[in-house]
């Protein structure tokens, strides 16, 4: 049942008088951040020249927060506990900050913001002003690993950094705004995977203040027993904690998180003591408190307290009305600073003595900077599990089928620092090897028939992607590894939380104290050239080119073509630190190109000439056939061999593109070929024909800046797709073989007029092949059985 306390009393008239004192200069030292650039302890009386010309800040939100904080604190030093906090209002950066200056931590990563008056200037001017920090609780902030710039994501970070963390609790803020997005709406299932006997414990706060940035919040409105029977049905217990009285609260607050505490306590010892592990019912609390509370009630004879007029910067015109800079002299001085902050404005000693010590501040705790504690995955050798290639096309296996062995010996040797992560779709994607040696992780009922369902299980499946990526961060985040898998086209659901995790590596790369976290790998299979019976809705390479939108030092994208390349490619994933890594490939059998070796070599270079599908050995070649993805190069094979067939003495140089990056320049991207090399293989001034396993114009944006830009010519993905076969498919995008030797046909200088029987006939072909598979439901075998043969003597025209 729910528990409303607003009878006990835990804390002594004297801890309630420090926790209060902790409280209002957390909130000081807020207000001071949003409004003050000189006169941090109002020495003076208050002048327009000490206010910011431009206010930015969001002060709504941040009493809540300061409160939740100083109460962790309590906790944390009174239990001795392992604890982090994520805040889900990003909007309450200053407040955070202002407790990590409290801590001290602030001013041990930040030298030149000092424990004292200057200090605290310093730390006021910096917030929301040119060359210094951000708003929100950004990546600069010791001891967040969610910034909550964009709404949604703390939940599912949170319970990300508990899995496997079995002595951490997670504090986990959830602002009433934030808990209208869908995400976070999808988060609260997270309990039916956290497993209280191996994992640490999350403890949701869902703050309510009753208002978003101009509008009531729904969960704030709703009647109370139907927002209890929500997180009851969830998984949760519900603690309620509301008012405006700031000793009642304090007093409420402090009983309720001793029961949450003990709740989490008692079922993480029911769970380790050997018997039954079953889903508990988790605690989380329901904070009320007023929007704004103890700043300025009413401003201009409007209220403010209590309503959407308090979420920003409650006094505006500071600058020019004396009216409004005399309340905000008021406002700063009902905290009584004098009380809080010595004579050289540090705080006063009975301050500095109640936050926790060391590594026990949430500010400080190494696991919220993960590149501390992370460590190398013990990776099996990826060679032995390769497929044999005698001759190139002539052993055929799916990539992810041959990946997914290896993928199942790195689950078991690392079996607390690695997970599988996925919305229902690793068996889908050929990785069901991984259920030799694990499960999906279950803590919701099971019934006879499931499969492969436990609370042990290191697969993470659930039917969002927004969660699996979530968790996925959190998990990095704190110093752990792990691998998203997902289909080609519905990865794009995590668009944006791409886009902030792309941020956050980027920034923390600036930060000297922030520690590289082990890079987030998607492996994307069932993709667009294979969508046999799903069609045109799951058909969209695009994601590709909405990570390339990405700063270069943190985005790598790998097309390998076989299976082979793959396991090289996904070796070099899990090793590497600090990056975001897009990995495309089929889980179709297809023939397979290179050796072991071969294959490792041709990673190393990120592309390279195939020699043995070339027909331009010592010379230079009249046309480069150039492809990427594991369809695209099929296609650009067959196109060679038909070439070779028809066309003997036309010198065709054949290359591969595993790594995508390197067609830029070396001044764009680390992984980018100097000019010098890239005209070297792809020839200054020779027809290229490209085939792309996506959108065509991602190829000339990578290559805009090349010598030989015109003269590329790029076949890939242009929205055209149905329910169809795998030949057709490609036909109907203009991708396929026959369609690629018209198109050296027609761009080989003089060639058009010599081989204009041989362009009817590809023309013939194509529609011979449309033909077929409308009559027989399937593709040619002359097409689908097609394997390359290497011709033995190629001076032997």
Known sequence: MDTVLDAQRPLTDDELRRLDAYWRAANYLTVGQIYLLGNPLLRVPLTPDDIKPRLLGHWGTSPGLNLIYAHLNRVIVARDLNAMLITGPGHGGPAIVANTWLEGTWSERYHDVAYDEAGMAQLFRQFSFPGGIPSHVAADVPGSIHEGGELGYALSHAFGAAFDNPDLVVACVVGDGEAETGPLAGSWLSSAFLNPARDGAVLPILHLNGYKIANPTVLSRIPEE???????????????????????????????????????????????????????????????????????????????????????????????????????????????????????????????????????????NPVTNGGLVLRDLDLPDFRAYGVDVAEPGTATAGATGVLGPWIRDVIAANPQTFRLFGPDEVASNRLGAAFEVTDRAWMAGMVPGDDHLSPDGRVMEVLSEHLCQGWLEGYLLTGRHGVFTSYEAFIHIVDS????????????????????????????????????????????????????????????????????????????????????????????????????????????????????????????????????????????LAASELLRQHLPDLKVRLVNVVDLMRLQPDTEHPHGLPDNEFDTIFTPDRPIIFAYHGYPWLIHRLTYRRTNHENLHVRGYKEEGTTTTPFDMVMLNDLDRFHLVIDVIDRVPGLAARAAHLRQRMVDARHAARDYTREHGEDDPQVAEWRWVRETDPTNR
């Open 497 to 636: 939380m791409v886009n902030q995790h792309a941020k956050w590596l980027k920034v923390t790369r600036a930060i000297p104290w922030r520690q590289p976290v082990a890079s987030l790998n998607y492996l994307l299979s069932s993709h667009v050239w294979r969508q046999d019976h799903n069609g045109f809705s799951h058909q969209d390479p695009g994601f590709i080119d909405h990570v390339v939108n990405k700063k270069a030092e943190v985005v790598r994208v790998y097309l390998p073509p076989d299976a082979n390349t793959l396991l090289a490619t996904m070796d070099h994933c899990l090793r590497s630190r600090h990056y975001i890594n897009v990995v495309v490939a089929g889980k179709q059998k297809v023939p397979n190109w290179l050796t072991m070796d071969e294959a490792v070599q041709h990673t190393r270079r990120g592309l390279g000439i195939w020699e043995w599908a070339s027909s331009d050995s010592g010379t230079e070649p009249d046309v480069v056939l150039a492809c990427c993805g594991d369809v695209p190069t099929l296609e650009a």
């Open 226 to 364: 139907d927002l209890l029977d929500l997180m009851r049905g969830s998984g949760y217990e519900p603690y309620v904690v509301a008012g405006d009285e700031p000793a009642l609260v304090h007093q409420m607050l402090a009983a309720t998180m001793d029961e949450a505490l003990d709740a989490i306590a008692a079922i993480q010892r029911r769970a380790r003591s050997g018997g039954a592990v079953e889903r508990p019912r988790w605690p989380m609390i329901i904070l009320r408190t007023p929007k704004g509370w103890t700043g300025p009630r009413e401003v201009d004879d409007v209220q403010v307290e209590g309503t959407y007029r308090a979420h920003q910067v409650p006094l505006s015109k500071v600058r020019d009305s004396p009216g409004h800079l005399a309340e905000l002299e008021r406002w700063l001085r009902s905290y009584r600073p004098e009380e809080l902050f010595d004579a050289t404005g540090a705080p006063v000693e009975e301050l500095r003595t109640l936050p926790p010590r060391g590594d026990r501040r949430m500010s400080a």
